[in-house]
């Protein structure tokens, strides 16, 4: 026999006569009497227990208590065959409290048919027959189990006065606006017809693949899940915070706004330009990190080589103008007749719009840049040995690539040109002191031809287009849910 829900289980007709209902009466001053006529309010018990069993005080559970303007409801396990019977079904939640309606007051259960008057007129979402244990229906537990999750609260008050959309904490009390309420039950009614219709089709569609098609590829061919619109937005929508992902979902998820891209340019361009602006930022941040990573340790400048020629646009931070990679490592000339020696540079650079060649030559962000000691004790500094070196190196490289340079573009696919060949040098980290500091500028500025960038200023230009494209980010059109592309 298939299981059933708590809200569908039947009930036999007992040969005991139960479950059984007790209820106790109160005057207007709280005083117990046994005239339902002078009742102003009521406690209902419950016992599930048969007649020769439940004579003990402890067999009976107070499951309501009435007054014209509350009703209190305490949740248990009413089935006596459970081995928690008797005990709160909602965990820490034990009371659920109803305020009055606005259109008249509760009746006061006084027998067995006003109890069941009673429960009718109770909010849509409730049990309505006190045999099935009073509270929420199965289909709405997440309701209190969501609340039972805050520390300190052990009732649910649902009202409908001022603050119909209220959700706050109050003491012990969780105190819900019925409107909230409805809103929410009937969020929950919604997914769980669209669940249960996705099963009945996922069903179908396994048994489709599984048995009919696989009988017959040809004549019955593969049939494709139907999503349902709006499915992604309401997934992604039903918490109020990002989705982590895991790597297989975040590779799907590229896919799919991949193949969706012509569509969504069309439709939402702003959309397909925003989520662009900020694929572009996070990449950026994260190009940054490594830099710094890559700064915080000692590399030879192999490391730095590979590093740079994999992400080519922090190359374009030492050139005022836009740039391509022609090669790396390239040759630039000077073997002699027995093919020995020869000069090569680290990057082979040109002009995107001219053409126009220009050599990189890379070092270590640890190389000094000056000497140890001021000239003559003064307070100038002469170059250091290996930046006057470096200086020296790419003079020579671009010599004697301008001298040969018709041999060397021969095998290029790239248009270049050696109108005036740049030399640029990458190395160090600018100097702390003041009067290092000076002596450099003094020294790289004097240069002719040649032009030295550190790599903490090389990262200090990304950091800079990083908040630019932020700042500009931030006073972009926010994206509203109902423009997403899908």
């Known amino acids: 026999m298939a299981s059933l829900r708590p809200s569908q289980l039947s009930y036999e007709t007992r040969a005991d006569g139960g479950p059984f209902l007790d209820f106790q009466f109160y005057t207007e001053d709280q005083f117990p009497t046994e005239h339902a006529e002078e009742a102003h309010s009521a406690d209902v018990y419950f016992s599930d227990l048969a007649p020769s069993d439940?004579?003990?005080?402890?067999?009976?559970?107070?499951?309501?208590?009435?007054?014209?303007?509350?009703?209190?409801?305490?949740?248990?396990h009413q089935h006596a065959g459970s081995a928690n019977y008797g005990l709160p079904k909602y965990g820490s939640i034990t009371e659920i409290w109803l305020t009055r309606p606005v259109v008249s007051p509760y009746i006061i259960p006084t027998s067995e048919d006003t109890l069941n008057a009673l429960l009718e007129a109770l909010p849509e979402g409730f049990y309505q027959d006190w045999r099935s244990g009073l509270g929420l229906q199965w289909e709405y537990r997440f309701i209190l189990e969501s609340i039972a999750s805050i520390h300190g609260v052990t009732a649910?008050?649902?009202?409908?006065?001022?603050?119909?959309?209220?959700?706050k904490i109050d003491g012990v009390f969780y105190i819900l606006g019925i409107e909230r309420y409805q809103d929410i039950r009937q969020k929950l009614s919604r997914l769980?017809?669209?669940?249960?219709?996705?099963?009945?089709?996922?069903?179908?569609?396994?048994?489709?693949?599984?048995?009919?098609?696989?009988a017959d590829p040809t004549k019955y061919p593969a049939k494709a899940k139907k999503l349902p619109p709006d499915l992604l937005s309401e997934l992604l929508n039903q918490g109020n915070r990002a989705v982590p992902l895991s790597a297989k979902d975040r590779q799907t998820a590229?896919?799919?706004?991949?193949?969706?891209?012509?569509?969504?340019?069309?439709?939402?361009?702003?959309?397909?330009?925003?989520?662009?602006?900020?694929?572009?930022?996070?990449?950026?941040?994260?190009?940054?990190?490594?830099?710094?990573?890559?700064?915080?340790?000692?590399?030879?400048?192999?490391?730095?080589?590979?590093?740079?020629?994999d992400n080519p646009f922090i190359l374009n931070m030492a050139f005022a103008y836009p740039i391509k990679i022609i090669c790396e490592r390239p040759y630039v000339g000077n073997k002699s007749f027995n093919d020995k020696g020869g000069n090569y540079s680290d990057f082979l650079i040109a002009a995107r719009s001219t053409g126009n060649l220009a050599l990189i030559e890379i070092?270590?962000?640890?190389?000094?840049?000056?000497?140890?000691?001021?000239?003559?004790?003064?307070?100038?500094?002469?170059?250091?040995?290996?930046?006057?070196?470096?200086?020296?190196?790419?003079?020579?490289?671009?010599?004697?690539?301008?001298?040969?340079?018709?041999?060397?573009?021969?095998?290029?696919?790239?248009?270049?040109?050696?109108?005036?060949?740049?030399?640029?040098?990458?190395?160090?980290?600018?100097?702390?002191?003041?009067?290092?500091?000076?002596?450099?500028?003094?020294?790289?500025?004097?240069?002719?031809?040649?032009?030295?960038v550190t790599f903490d200023e090389l990262q200090q230009r990304l950091v800079d287009?990083?908040?630019?494209?932020?700042?500009?980010?931030?006073?972009?059109?926010?994206?509203?849910q109902e423009h997403l592309p899908f």
Not at 54 to 76: G, K, Q, Y
Not at 465 to 475: G, I, R
């Open 192 to 214: 769980t017809r669209r669940y249960q219709r996705e099963a009945r089709e996922n069903k179908q569609l396994v048994c489709y693949g599984g048995l009919v098609h696989a």
């Open 156 to 167: 649910l008050c649902i009202h409908g006065g001022n603050g119909r959309r209220d959700a």
């Open 254 to 309: 590229t896919a799919l706004v991949r193949h969706n891209a012509r569509e969504i340019s069309k439709s939402e361009p702003r959309v397909l330009l925003q989520l662009q602006a900020e694929i572009e930022l996070v990449t950026l941040g994260d190009l940054i990190e490594q830099f710094k990573s890559l700064m915080a340790t000692r590399h030879i400048e192999g490391k730095w080589q590979r590093f740079l020629g």
């Open 465 to 480: 287009v990083h908040k630019a494209l932020a700042a500009e980010n931030q006073h972009a059109p926010r994206t509203y």
């Open 54 to 76: 439940n004579s003990s005080p402890d067999s009976w559970h107070r499951i309501l208590t009435v007054n014209a303007d509350t009703v209190r409801i305490w949740p248990i």
């Open 363 to 452: 070092k270590r962000p640890d190389t000094d840049l000056l000497a140890g000691k001021p000239y003559r004790g003064g307070d100038t500094y002469a170059p250091s040995t290996e930046l006057s070196g470096s200086v020296a190196q790419i003079i020579a490289q671009r010599a004697s690539a301008q001298r040969e340079i018709f041999q060397l573009k021969d095998g290029l696919e790239d248009e270049v040109h050696d109108h005036s060949i740049s030399a640029i040098i990458i190395v160090g980290t600018t100097p702390a002191k003041k009067v290092e500091r000076r002596s450099f500028e003094q020294y790289r500025n004097c240069l002719r031809d040649v032009r030295i």
